[in-house]
């Protein structure tokens, strides 16, 4: 079992930046691919970034490369979000998720544990 909390999310202007992080605690969770996903309601959740054990390779949305940053913390079994120059299209739920294995990092269905989420809200 892995348990995820996020923590970091807000309300912040357009072109600001905010931090998100996610602590992870159970067995072995620092080994896992770790994935952040965001999601606004009525849509399905929507790849953000990932980044594998100990966090040699990482991906990227396409439309978020450059802005958003994923990186981790494995001493503390902690990754983190680095958003900047967000605009209010990034308002959404952001959640962070662990996986293991094969499978395509992108996708919700690599994931088994998942955080209940922090909401980031911009404004314009």
């Known amino acids: 079992q892995v348990q995820l909390k996020e923590s970091g999310g807000g309300l912040v202007q357009a072109g600001g930046s905010l931090r998100l992080t996610c602590a992870a605690s159970g067995r072995m969770a620092s080994t896992y691919t770790m994935g952040w996903f965001r999601q606004v309601p009525g849509k399905e959740r929507e790849f953000v970034a990932a980044?594998?054990?100990?966090?040699?390779?990482?991906w990227y949305a396409d439309s978020l490369k450059g802005r958003f940053t994923i990186f981790r913390d494995n001493a503390k079994n902690m990754v983190s979000l680095q958003m900047n120059r967000l605009q209010p299209e990034d308002t959404a739920a952001y959640s962070c998720a662990a996986g293991l294995g094969g499978g395509n990092v992108m996708q919700t269905d690599f994931y088994r544990y998942w955080g209940q989420g922090t909401q980031v809200t911009v404004s314009s």
């Open positions: 980044s594998t054990w100990p966090g040699a390779n990482t």
